[in-house]
């Protein structure tokens, strides 16, 4: 199959190696990549081909489209297609395609096994009240990088919020939703010393079937992603994401062969855990914890 791909940045350029991997063909396109970001994904070899964004692009020669570009560029909104992959945050796209959009979102732990295998242990238990915690330091996150220019640091695409915080809300709502568009209580700002105009903390209430609490953190000494569930027995559950890169490489590995898998049977059985309804769910939180939207916020500075 073919498929086309916007971005390339770290995002993108995951998505397509594993692509090329699986055996198809990746056209990358990408609006802010520099040329040396150009000639370097030559490298890549048969199967991977990059060009330009001003070419024009007939939806029919492709199976299926990626879009990795941050929220506010979003080029999969101009360019539809019946089968489309979307990076998180969802940004405007969950709510400008149709709710039977053929589109899965980037939500890559929702295709962990050990997730899942979580979840049928909570389908057995009685949950009383869930909480997430996410975050890692912004300023290790690529070493050889400087943090003030992730697009993790630059508005509008980035903060805590936005950065992190979506992977939480979709887990919660996986788990134990769906999840209420408003939350109970929220606090996000920006409460460290790091030099960038963005929120790095963010803590969310929401009253979903049991109460729900996701943290994030980006002053974080070692990157984490846990969600810790207490029981009506009085007990817990925990489950923590393996950050080997063996098992962060077949996470994302998965999550492409089901894209793959809905790309050659596009029917709304083969959307998956990550489709629009949910995407929905977990963009009308990070839109109402937008101190612009007028909701109820505290916000640190």
């Not at 009383?128 to 290790?140: M, Q």
């Not at 903390?201 to 846990?226: Q, S, T």
């Not at 809905?262 to 998956?272: M, Q, W, Y």
């Amino acid at each position: 199959m073919k498929f086309l791909l916007f971005g390339y940045g770290s995002i993108g350029r995951r998505r397509a190696a594993i692509l090329r991997d699986l055996g198809h063909q990746v056209v990358t396109v990408d609006p802010y990549a520099p040329d040396a970001d150009f000639a370097s994904a030559l490298s890549f070899g048969p199967g991977f081909e990059v060009r330009r964004p001003a070419l024009r692009y007939e939806a029919d020669q492709y199976d299926g489209v990626l879009d990795c570009t941050p929220p506010s560029a979003r080029p999969c909104l101009r360019f539809r297609h019946p089968v489309m992959f979307i990076e998180k945050p969802p940004g405007r796209a969950a709510f400008d395609l149709p709710e039977d959009a053929l589109v899965q979102f980037g939500f890559q732990y929702l295709y962990d096994p050990t997730l899942l295998r979580f979840a049928d242990a909570l389908a057995d238990a009685v949950p009383v009240r869930l909480a997430t915690f996410g975050g890692y330091d912004l300023r290790l996150w690529f070493p050889d990088a400087d943090y003030r220019n992730l697009p993790a640091a630059r508005l509008p695409d980035g903060g805590a919020v936005n950065a992190s915080l979506p992977h939480s809300l979709a887990v919660a709502d996986f788990l134990v939703g769906p999840l209420p568009p408003v939350p109970s209580y929220s606090r996000v700002g920006h409460v460290s010393g790091l030099s960038v105009p963005v929120e790095d903390y963010a803590l969310v209430v929401l009253d979903a079937r049991v109460p729900v609490v996701a943290e994030v953190d980006f002053l974080r000494a070692e990157p984490a992603f846990r969600v810790s569930v207490l029981t009506a027995r009085g007990g817990e559950l925990r489950w923590q994401y393996a950050r080997d890169q063996s098992h962060t490489d077949a996470v994302y590995r998965r999550q492409m062969e089901a894209f793959v898998a809905l790309a050659g049977d596009p029917c709304p059985a083969n959307v998956g855990p990550a489709g629009i309804r949910r995407a929905r769910r977990v963009q009308a939180v990070l839109d109402a914890l937008d101190p612009r939207a007028g909701m109820r916020v505290e916000v640190s500075c």
